[in-house]
């Protein structure tokens, strides 16, 4: 006999649980409205080099994570790891490029990467992210970071830290890789074959590595804003100055490189400070990119965006008790008749009163009122509406209220707004 379950590394989501990741991307998609941001939703499935050209072929995500296949036309093609080269590929092959001003974008779905299975980590998981092209500006930075901060308020969230770090520009990065390559050449024999192959091919990946994370030579590593180019930390300081001028708390980490090659200058992750297994995992990450569309198309087009984890922000909302919006929503009620002519009536009602956004529950199989009223309490109703023949005829209904146990007399025309209260 086969046995059924789910894939390991995925989730189920049902009922309440998928109505909360649901309201988690409706609440962030009206937040990203806010700074005019518009919705794109792009294939689960992209070309392989969409992504092994922008994430960086000798990222984690690239060399061990995605999962890639051929299709039948012999195509190499890829679940997609993450949101940003995606939409990068939207943009470019609409040519928004052409357009003037910003072009500002909201994705929200699911993503795919093999990774070893632990708390808040998952192969299928759901980001919601934002991406913004077409310009240059530490105050831009500045609002993307508002913006991702607007969005973790918004579910009441207080338990994390932003933390901050510039990665510098073009010439710094080119500094501070040369100077990583002669320090991590000393003890490279110590660490992991991955990082031997990083150590020529990104030595900034190595600060990234979770074989030798506790790696004294990793924790003594050069400190990349000693690298930084006057530009770079004029920047950086306006972004923080700009922070402060929001009343934004923010931690500069100097450890916070980033684990994708499109990354450039400001730089900056929501963490989670918590007492469980969630504590440390970044709710929020994001960057600048300004050398991405240049890299793909010819194209000098900078950008900037962030991405959310789903389930991540859902977790953490549960934990600081925000009140989910949907759980307002009216209890179902259960139309209870008293005969086969009134299970008709029961029909049209129905009909009705869900034409008026009202659940409505019917035993569709029984006229006992033994069995409907253990219907009403199986599904919770708070109103039980009983139509027999009297009701039938003077399209007044029997309403009981189980919360109260009260019971009243109430008009066709007078129901929906009796129910809603």
Same mark, same amino acid.
């Given at each position: ?218 924790? %003594? ?158 599904? %919770? ?11 039938? %005829? ?28």
């Amino acid at each position: 006999m086969a046995i059924y379950q789910k894939a390991k590394g995925t989730q189920d989501f049902y009922d309440i649980d998928a109505k909360k990741m649901d309201e988690v991307c409706a609440k962030a998609a009206k937040v990203a409205s806010t700074y005019g941001c518009k919705y794109l939703k792009t294939p689960i499935f992209e070309h392989a080099e969409v992504f092994e050209k922008n994430v960086g072929e000798e990222s984690d995500i690239v060399s061990k994570e995605m999962y890639t296949f051929k299709d039948k036309g012999d195509r190499l093609m890829t679940l997609r790891p993450e949101g940003t080269a995606a939409v990068a590929r939207f943009f470019i092959e609409n040519k928004l490029y052409a357009n003037p001003g910003l072009t500002k974008l909201y994705y929200y779905g699911p993503m795919f990467r093999y990774e070893r299975q632990q708390a808040g980590r998952y192969r299928e998981f759901n980001q919601f992210g934002i991406e913004f092209y077409g310009q240059s500006s530490y105050l831009l930075d500045v609002d993307i970071i508002k913006c991702a901060y607007d969005i973790v308020r918004a579910f009441n969230i207080k338990n994390v830290v932003l933390k901050i770090n510039s990665i510098g520009d073009f010439n710094s990065r080119a500094n501070y890789s040369k100077a990583l390559k002669e320090y991590f050449s000393k003890y490279i024999d110590s660490m992991c074959e991955d990082c031997k192959r990083r150590l020529n091919a990104n030595p900034m990946r190595i600060l990234d590595c979770k074989v030798d994370a506790n790696n004294p030579a990793i924790k %003594n590593a050069p400190n990349i804003k000693d690298y930084l180019t006057e530009e770079s930390i004029t920047y950086f300081n306006n972004v923080l100055k700009s922070l402060d001028n929001l009343n934004i708390p923010y931690v500069v980490d100097d450890n916070l490189v980033r684990g994708l090659d499109y990354y450039t200058d400001t730089v900056f992750e929501f963490i989670i400070q918590s007492d469980d297994a969630l504590n440390g995992l970044a709710l929020v990450a994001g960057g600048k990119y300004a050398n991405m569309i240049n890299s793909m198309c010819g194209v000098d087009v900078p950008g900037i965006g962030f991405a959310l984890g789903v389930e991540r922000l859902k977790a953490i909302a549960d934990q600081v008790g925000y009140k989910w919006d949907f759980i307002n929503d009216l209890k179902p009620v259960v139309i209870m008749a008293l005969d086969d002519e009134s299970k008709q009536e029961s029909m049209k009602l129905a009909s009705i009163l869900r034409a008026n956004d009202i659940q409505i529950e019917i035993d569709y199989s029984s006229i006992s009122m033994k069995s409907q009223f253990k219907l009403a309490e199986r599904v %919770n109703a708070k109103y039980i509406i009983i139509i027999g023949e009297e009701e039938r %005829n003077t399209k007044i209904y029997t309403v009981k209220n189980t919360e109260n146990r009260t019971q009243e007399k109430v008009k066709l025309e007078d129901l929906v707004k009796y129910i809603r209260g």
